[in-house]
T-cell receptor, first 112, second 116 residues
Framework: GQQLNQSPQSMFIQEGEDVSMNCTSS?????WLWYKQDPGEGPVLLIA???AGELTSNGRLTAQFGITRKDSFLNISASIPSDVGIYFC????????????WGLGTSLAVNP | EADIYQTPRYLVIGTGKKITLECSQT?????MYWYQQDPGMELHLIHY???????EKGDLSSESTVSRIRTEHFPLTLESARPSHTSQYLC???????????????FGAGSRLTVL
């Protein structure tokens, strides 16, 4: 079946550092979504990407829809303690808009 | 602000009990979903609905059942809970095709179920 390979699986960084994570696949997708999940809560949407090559920012967060439509990355600049959580990528199959495929998540820890 | 509500947030019950996890959304979304997630792990789709009286099973087999009698309400039921059902259950919804943000799922805060 379709898979999203999300990396890294976990990160432990110092406050102020920049963070980069990505999702790749052998399949083509027409929408990429990035979510953040705090412990004990539901995922919250950070950024949605709809076009190949699209680069979108949300505050200190920047995400890009890969030009091949098979990958996406999320960058966080100048990390702060409240960035701690699990970040998930998710994408809709280009051929079937009904199914949302999820990455396994990147767990981020920030040392103040 | 969350427009999708799940109750209870936390539930601890004994084996064999029947439980219902409630999910309601006030956004008028046609499509609703239930995911199961163990702590820090990936999300597994267990049920979804594309409208009233429409329910389908997801990718992960589940002993739970769902119903969709009203657009805004999508409860999940376990007839006889077992320790293997211990998990977090997340409800989500999104608008239908052609609507603004049609591809974006909005999640509830989750219901954490512990079966002893």
């Amino acid at each position: 079946g379709q898979q999203l390979n999300q990396s890294p699986q976990s990160m432990f960084i110092q406050e102020g550092e920049d963070v980069s994570m990505n999702c790749t696949s052998s399949s083509i997708f027409n929408t990429w979504l990035w979510y953040k999940q705090d412990p004990g809560e539901g995922p919250v949407l950070l950024i949605a990407l709809y076009k190949a090559g699209e680069l979108t920012s949300n505050g200190r967060l920047t995400a890009q829809f890969g030009i091949t439509r098979k990958d996406s990355f999320l960058n966080i600049s100048a990390s702060i303690p409240s960035d701690v959580g699990i970040y998930f990528c998710a994408a809709y199959n280009a051929g079937n808009n009904r199914k949302l495929i999820w990455g396994l998540g990147t767990s981020l820890a920030v040392n103040p | 602000e969350a427009d999708i509500y799940q109750t209870p947030r936390y539930l601890v019950i004994g084996t064999g009990k029947k439980i219902t996890l409630e999910c309601s959304q006030t956004m008028g979304h046609d499509k609703m979903y239930w995911y199961q997630q163990d702590p820090g792990m990936e999300l597994h789709l267990i049920h979804y609905s594309y409208g009233v009286n429409s329910t389908e099973k997801g990718d992960l087999s589940s002993e739970s059942t769902v119903s969709r009698i009203r657009t805004e309400h999508f409860p999940l039921t376990l007839e006889s809970a077992r320790p293997s059902h211990t998990s977090q259950y997340l409800c989500a919804s999104r608008p239908g095709q052609g609507s603004s943000g049609a591809n974006v799922l909005t999640f509830g805060a989750g219901s954490r179920l512990t079966v002893l």
